[in-house]
């Protein structure tokens, strides 16, 4: 790679959203003239994927068992990734739980839930007490 391109070179973290406009030289061996075209670049912020939920992701908490029945109020940890940003690990000290925490929240059978404890891999939450027995609700 020569100076030019080596100096033209930077780090995506570096470069900002917008337009970016340059020329170049095209030559060819088999044509003399050479001829100079200006390109455009467009740099853009890819969306963030969304959170996903690890196949049997949802587990009673004091338990970890598979695809066992988890009663209304009880605590549960849901797997997966993309939960946070952040590296930390999220926990609540106070009472009553939000619903809301680092910016992350769960709602299950349409009803958000309190949480407890936030990574970018787990969540731990707890059921609405309020939650009809014997059924299989959407986790959001």
Known sequence: MDAYHRN????????????????IQVTSPSVSQVQIVTVRLTLQIAAEAPPQISVGGVLNSASYSLQTPVAPGTLVSIFGSGFTDSTDVMVVNTFPWPTVLGGSSVTIGGEPVPLYVLTAGQINAMLPFDLPANTSLPVL
């Not at 780090?11 to 900002?16: A, G, T, V, Y």
């Open 8 to 23: 033209r070179h930077r780090e995506p973290r570096q470069s900002r959203v917008g337009n970016y406009y340059r020329q």
